[in-house]
């Protein structure tokens, strides 16, 4: 089974940090994807990557910048935390026949 | 911009009793679409998925229906039990780009 693995489950941090949440996967698999959850709005895509080194803005990226450079690895950058980005982050991989996602980033901006 | 959406944000039901949970897409392009159910504390996980060539698909006690005519996507429950009360989300594949959710709909099943 693919396995994606978020390095924390929660998180909190002040205003104005920057934050960094990691996720890694074991499948070797090229597409990998980060969403934010929030109650009534569902999961929104923040970036994604279809490659080492490269990255596509989603519905949402302002506020957030993202880093690839391996492929197992995919990390989501919040610049300068704002209380408006606490949230629930899904990291996921996958291909045309559906995601494999992490069990999610809960963090706290205070 | 175009987005997938779900009818209802909660639902109700009985233990036994069939479940039917809905959602509308509104782009006509998009070719596959897949069901998640997210437990609390996991990340969604997939359910079943139907491509457009297809209105059914079954799969262990869920089957979901597709019409393209109304853009409408559907995932039927039987039997539902108490394991299943989770949010559902329904998400369509617009063919090269990342999948697009709906809001999610939160089932709870009573003893």
């Known amino acids: 089974d693919v396995k994606v693995t978020q390095s924390s489950r929660y998180l909190v941090k002040r205003t104005g940090e920057k934050v960094f949440l990691e996720c890694v996967q074991d499948?070797?698999?090229?597409?990998m994807f980060w969403y934010r959850q929030d109650p009534g709005l569902g999961l929104r895509l923040i970036y994604f990557s279809y490659d080492v080194k490269m990255k596509e803005k989603g519905d949402i990226p302002e506020g957030y910048s993202v880093s690839r450079e391996k492929k197992e690895r995919f990390s989501l950058i919040l610049e300068s935390a704002s209380t408006n980005q606490t949230s629930m982050y899904l990291c996921?991989?996958?291909?045309?026949?559906?995601?494999?996602f992490g069990s999610g980033t809960r963090l706290t901006v205070v | 911009g175009e987005s997938v959406g779900l009818h209802l944000p909660t639902l109700s039901v009985q233990e036994g009793d069939n479940s039917i949970i809905n959602c509308a897409y509104s782009?006509?392009?998009?070719?596959?679409f897949i069901w998640y159910k997210q437990e609390s504390g996991k990340g969604p996980q997939f359910i079943i998925d139907?491509?457009?060539?297809?209105d059914k698909r079954q799969g262990q006690r869920v089957t979901v229906l597709l019409n393209k005519t109304v853009k409408h996507l559907s995932l039927q429950i039987a039997a539902t039990q108490p394991g299943d009360s989770a949010v559902y989300f329904c998400?369509?594949?617009?063919?090269?780009?990342?999948?697009?959710f709906g809001k999610g709909t939160t089932l709870s099943v009573s003893s």
């Open positions: 998400a369509e594949d617009q063919a090269g780009t990342a999948l697009i």
């Open positions: 782009n006509s392009a998009s070719d596959y």
């Open positions: 996921a991989t996958g291909r045309g026949d559906g995601y494999t």
């Open positions: 499948m070797d698999h090229e597409n």
């Open positions: 139907i491509r457009s060539n297809m």
